[in-house]
């Protein structure tokens, strides 16, 4: 897809790129593509996307080429409707997953059998049988070629380009597991054995098999592998899911009033269309004709809807309620608010940081490191004038010892148990950026609507005048409320209807849009709606009383008017509630030192009323949706690592320019899209739990590798001396892959913020 930049003579194209296995490949295409002339690139491998700057006039023919040279593939999307560039990278997601998946099953299948046969007949040489080594083999060569496939083709690929990644030490690992067993059972098994255990045990008598430890990277990092390709899957799923919360098509009217359903992406500015009550307004407009209640939630984030008359202006995506509109298309296709809503969010997910695995960073140096270290033993053993065998020993135990297989399971281990027990609590962990960006974060955004409030108009209290009942209140004013679609008339009706059951039909029913409604009820004329509906009927408003809902309106409240026979007879304050568990999410976020502030489109006095609610000292109010990613930006700037919490549409862009971006899971797919951390439970204390579990998550990684990596460089000299044989060297490489599996095991056992509490 090909967009025009604001340089002149300057475009922009992003090319979806395949192949990529890790950050490293995506720092490798990278820098292909930045060696282009006039070309700055940013390569993104968690959405395998290069979004790249170029002259006008270079064909993106060439840039395709660059990948190439690069070892990998790429293409440039079509042009189309926003989020149709994604059903290609949701084939290839499927795809990859599916093959990562037949994988994963046949490890698993070959891994049981395999650990237990291969402990048993190595360390029991009383148990082997005539051809157990064939029997070995036979269950080891499915994973340690077929199954592990995916990363010895990577390895091959980087070796052809003269680098090197995780793949290629994950592959050489498996490589030299496998062959060193095989030598062990198939010549050192031959040898004259004899002896005490421990002498049995020094010349690797039969002993150095492992062929299960091949099978068990493999198998954890195929799992890893996997989970990686699912959670790709599901953000690209989310994207075209937003494109097409839009509307599907409209109402198109021709000039002599005729009115087709046409697909709303035909539409063209000047065009005329109808809006029915429910439906999704297909374009940005203007409103020629009609009335009607803007539900503008998911573009605002304001819970409140808007009234549209004629003359007003209207945005695509948002849905009518009350009335029939006809509307004049302004902006249409590409153009469109909500269109540039889901560029800010590409954007911003392609402007952040790229991956960059601990491991990975040390691949380029610790490979060949290990590889020039091997060679130099068997030399340096051959010219000390020891036998060959001796010098192929100590030259294999340096490459065994040296196999990452901790290096390997230290990431894939801790997010799998992460993930699965953020499973249980109701926290998905998208990948691995959620867990670096959990450790460095100073400050949480939460949107208001939705997230920290329930996002659903409710009466919150109820007031009679002295000689009005409340039953009658709620009677009178129920009535005419049920027969309105307006959202605050629905609170109103519903909880009139819950407290008395069963409300009389108001005869001549009139909505007055921006205003209110009136019917009659019982005989009687009732007036429902603003003070200045009642006072234009002729209603007094007592100054006492108008005091009190404008306490209301101070808090953040809708204040609803009722009269009857020329006198005011009662009120409601109606709001969009605040989730009960709000407050002590807040108080638990300040334990972690971590500072809240909060962040909507509503009016200044509604966002003060529902921080002081809740315990957020710092609101920021009246923020556009694109400035809401503005406001994150400018927090950063002042030096803060900030963490968001929304839902909204209009939450998207802030989510992925932040940090840590953290979309509740009931909330659009655009917040869930650009989210790291998806919040499946409702209530807000899943997050300080989040963020707890993947800074749990985030020491246990840094753990496993700093051990498994300190492991390596302490063991090399030993096994280059020859004071490690083969099989101590597996010995040794598997209990560092053991201690890593446990440690990351440990996040099982992670506690909610009220165990912690307790503790």
């Not at 439906?279 to 009335?291: K, L, N, R, S, Y």
């Not at 963020?691 to 749990?696: Q, S, T, V």
């Not at 010995?731 to 099982?748: D, F, I, Q, Y």
Request: glycine share 12%.
């Amino acid at each position: 897809m090909t967009e025009p930049a604001a340089g002149p003579g300057i475009r922009e194209t992003v090319l979806t790129i395949e192949g990529m296995t890790c950050a490293a490949c995506a720092a490798r295409v990278q820098k292909k593509l930045n060696g282009l002339q006039g070309v700055s690139a940013a390569v993104n491998y968690a959405t395998g996307t290069a979004r790249v700057t170029t002259p006008a006039g270079l064909p993106a023919q060439e840039l395709v080429a660059a990948v190439e040279r690069a070892g990998y593939t790429a293409r440039e999307p079509e042009d189309g409707q926003p989020g149709d560039e994604d059903a290609a990278d949701e084939r290839d997601a499927a795809r990859d997953a599916a093959y990562l998946k037949r994988r994963l099953f046949v490890a698993l299948v070959f891994f049981v059998p395999l650990t237990d046969l291969s402990l048993m007949l190595s360390l029991i040489p009383s148990l082997r049988f005539a051809g157990w080594q064939w029997l070995l083999v036979g269950c080891a060569a499915p994973v340690a070629l077929w199954c592990a496939w995916p990363f010895h083709r990577a390895a091959l690929k980087n070796a052809r380009h003269g680098a090197a990644s995780m793949d290629t030490l994950v592959s050489l690992g498996v490589i030299a597991a496998c062959g060193w067993s095989v030598y062990a059972m198939f010549v050192l098994d031959r040898a004259e054995r004899g002896g005490s255990f421990w002498q049995l045990l020094i010349h690797a008598s039969g002993g150095g098999i492992y062929l299960e430890t091949a099978a068990t990277v493999t198998t954890f990092l195929l799992a890893g592998r996997l989970y990686e390709a699912r959670a790709r899957r599901v953000a690209g799923q989310a994207m075209r899911e937003l494109a097409a919360a839009g509307a599907s098509d409209a109402g198109l009217l021709g000039p002599d009033g005729t009115e087709w359903r046409v697909p709303a992406g035909s539409l063209r500015p000047g065009d005329r269309f109808v809006v029915r009550p429910g439906e999704a307004i297909a374009a940005d407009g203007e409103v020629v004709f009609g009335q009607s209640a803007i539900d503008r939630s998911m573009m605002t984030g304001e819970s409140a809807p808007g009234e549209a008359a004629e003359g007003d202006s209207v945005v695509g995506g948002t849905v009518a309620l009350t009335g029939r509109l006809v509307v004049r298309a302004l902006r249409t296709g590409q153009d469109t608010q909500l269109s540039q809503l889901i560029r800010l969010v590409e954007n911003a997910q392609a402007q952040k940081a790229a991956v960059q695995r601990i491991a990975d960073r040390i691949c380029g140096v610790f490979v060949p490191a290990v590889l020039g270290c091997a060679v130099l033993t068997l030399a340096g053993w051959l010219l000390a004038g020891s036998p060959a065998g001796h010098a192929v020993s100590a030259g294999l135990a340096v490459l065994i010892i040296a196999c990452p297989c901790a290096l390997g399971l230290a990431t894939p281990a801790a997010l799998v148990a992460a993930c699965g027990r953020g499973a249980q609590l109701g926290i998905f962990i998208k990948g691995h950026h959620a867990l670096e960006s959990s450790g460095l974060i100073d400050t949480v955004v939460f949107d208001k609507t939705g997230t920290i409030t329930a996002g659903q108009m409710t009466v919150t209290e109820a007031m009679a005048v002295p000689g009005t009942g409340q039953t009658e209140l709620l009677r009178y004013a129920g009535a005419v409320e049920q027969a309105s679609e307006h959202p605050i008339a629905t609170a109103i009706g519903e909880a009139a209807s819950v407290r008395i059951g069963p409300l009389p039909v108001a005869e001549g029913f009139q909505a007055l849009p921006g205003l209110g409604a009136r019917g009659v009820v019982d005989g009687r004329q009732v007036i429902v709606g603003r003070e200045k509906l009642l006072r234009d009927q002729g209603i007094d408003i007592p100054s006492g009383l108008a005091g009190q809902w404008g306490s209301w309106e101070q808090d953040g409240r809708t204040a609803v008017l009722v009269g009857w026979d020329g006198r005011l007879r009662g009120a409601f304050a109606v709001a969009d509630t605040i989730k009960p568990s709000a407050q002590a999410a807040v108080t638990e976020l300040r334990r972690l030192g971590l500072r809240p502030v909060l962040l909507t489109g509503d009016n200044e006095a509604t966002a003060r009323a529902v921080a002081k609610a809740v315990g957020i000292d710092d609101a920021i109010a009246g923020v556009l949706p694109a400035d809401k990613a503005a406001a994150i930006k400018d927090l950063q700037a002042r030096g803060n690592r900030v963490a968001m919490v929304g839902d909204g549409v209009n939450d998207g862009p802030a989510l992925a320019a932040a940090d840590l971006g953290m979309a509740m899971g009931a909330g659009t797919d655009v917040a869930i899209s650009a989210a790291d951390l998806i919040l499946l439970r409702p209530d807000l204390s899943v997050v300080p739990d989040a963020i707890a579990l993947a800074r749990a998550a985030r020491r246990t990684i840094r753990r496993n590798l700093a051990w498994a990596f300190g492991y390596n460089v302490a063991a090399v000299p030993l096994a280059a001396a020859g004071f490690l044989n083969p099989l101590i060297a597996a010995a040794a490489m598997t209990m560092s892959s053991v201690l890593v599996v446990a440690n990351s095991l440990r996040l099982r056992r992670f506690r909610v913020a009220s165990s912690r509490r307790k503790q």
